[in-house]
């Protein structure tokens, strides 16, 4: 079995002014400083495959030796394994911080006579090869032959538990995360992986407005409401019951105008850009509410689209059964003991921030619904509504009922809304007594806390 070296995919060599080579990547760099002709050749010849044997059997070998082992403590090297003529694998350092030296790895790993895939492994497909890698390793591996993964060949076992991919068979792998999760966030964030990453822009940008149709205007407020910030954050709370007096259009288009507006849009480098109320990753404002109204005085029931450019409702042909079921899963993930006047479906046009922000689009979603939410809970307190953030929901449920498709347009949060009981309607008979920096409390907020109305998140 013979194993061939080359620098890894992405690097890139550059000779610099005052005559010193640099190496760079998407996760780093690190200047060599002057080399000797013999080295400069080696590091040319390492751009495709080479025999290590061959490269010190040429002149200066001591000098040779020395780039060698550099490249290698920077992990700025991939080895293939070739056994009969056929390539078997190619090990590929990630560049991170959590990367470590290959060759030290196997050095003090010991050959694992049983050994399985570690439960955080990912296999998957590029080009014409599999993909092995791992959230906990700072190697991916590429296997030319599927039968591999059986790990019958003791080498292989060795190069994939040294990676870190694979495992003692009684190995404890217990861990809080679950691997998609933890994979969700080493992938999202930069340090174990060398992807694109950032404003990539490899994408075309979807246009900043959603299609839409005739729909049913909504009041502007023409009051500030005036409540005073600290307040209302020292007041927020989740609310799980709404009053039998239930809310009306003015409050509904008054929340949204609050929250969700469009306030203008412009255009920069032809892409459509959005401000709303709320903060956004680079003002591309991917988020849509859809309003579920089951019982708002002036709104017919239904499923609509919020026109957050003209603030109206949109109303959207949906199966009854569906948004039935939708508002029914809201009720129970929210422990509600009877149905929600409004649930707020919230979703995204993905290829909005996809286009640009690669391989971490998705988790700026969600970094955007958790802002949106926020906001939606202090207008809700300020109003003296009963807001309650939903936990979770079913995307598919609600692709099959609004008619989206799952991959470009689907639903990443719920937000339950409602009149609050008249006590904290109205402020001025309310006995829950607010001081700043300190839980609200009188009667009802000792009632509501013992029934599982009103919690403290």
């Not at 080399?35 to 044997?53: C, F, I, M, W």
């Not at 979603?365 to 936990?391: D, F, I």
């Amino acid at each position: 079995m013979r194993t061939l070296i080359r620098l890894r995919a992405g690097v890139v060599v550059r000779t610099c002014p005052d005559g010193t080579t640099r190496l760079v990547s998407r996760t780093g760099a690190e200047s060599l400083g002057a080399l000797t002709p013999a080295q400069a050749a080696v590091l040319a010849a390492l751009e495709s495959d080479r025999d290590e044997r061959d490269l010190l059997a040429a002149n200066e070998a001591s000098q040779v030796y020395a780039l060698l082992m550099r490249l290698r403590r920077g992990n700025w090297l991939a080895a293939t394994l070739v056994c009969a003529g056929t390539v078997r694998l190619t090990v590929h350092p990630t560049g991170g911080r959590h990367a470590a030296n290959l060759t030290a790895l196997l050095a003090i790993a010991e050959p694992q006579d049983s050994a399985v895939l570690s439960r955080f492994a990912v296999l998957r497909r590029e080009d014409d090869h599999l993909v092995l890698e791992s959230p906990r390793s700072g190697f991916t591996v590429h296997l030319d032959d599927p039968s591999l993964l059986d790990m019958d060949d003791p080498v292989v076992r060795h190069v994939l538990c040294a990676c870190g991919l694979a495992v003692l068979a009684d190995a404890d792998e217990a861990s809080a995360w679950s691997p998609h999760e933890l994979w969700f966030h080493a992938r999202t964030r930069q340090g174990r992986h060398e992807y694109p990453w950032g404003a990539t822009r490899r994408f075309s940008p979807p246009p900043g407005r959603w299609p839409t149709g005739p729909g049913l205007p909504l009041l502007k407020p023409d009051v500030v409401c005036d409540v005073p910030l600290t307040e209302a954050m020292e007041t927020r709370r989740s609310i799980r019951v709404h009053d039998a007096i239930p809310l009306t259009a003015a409050q509904l288009g008054e929340f949204l105008f609050r929250t969700a507006r469009t306030r203008c849009t412009w255009s920069l480098d032809g892409v459509q850009l959005l401000d709303r109320p709320y903060p956004s990753a680079g003002a591309l404002h991917e988020l849509e509410i859809y309003p579920v109204v089951r019982d708002v005085t002036g709104v017919p029931q239904g499923l609509y689209h919020y026109d957050s450019h003209d603030h109206r409702l949109v109303p959207v042909e949906a199966d009854e059964s569906l948004v039935a079921r939708l508002a029914g899963n809201a009720a129970a993930a929210a422990r509600m003991t009877g149905q929600p006047q409004v649930l707020f479906v919230i979703t995204a046009r993905f290829g909005r921030v996809m286009w640009k922000y690669e391989s971490m689009g998705y988790a700026l979603t969600l970094k955007n619904v958790g802002v949106l939410m926020s906001a939606m809970y202090l207008v809700a307190t300020a109003m003296r509504l009963a807001p309650c953030a939903v936990g979770g929901g079913d995307a598919d449920l609600f692709a099959a009922a609004a008619g989206l498709d799952y991959e470009t347009e689907s639903s990443v949060g719920e937000f339950v809304l409602g009149s609050a009981p008249s006590p904290v309607r109205c402020p001025e008979s309310s006995p829950v007594t607010f001081t700043p920096g300190r839980t609200p409390r009188g009667s009802l907020a000792a009632e509501w806390t013992r029934q599982g109305h009103w919690t403290p998140h």
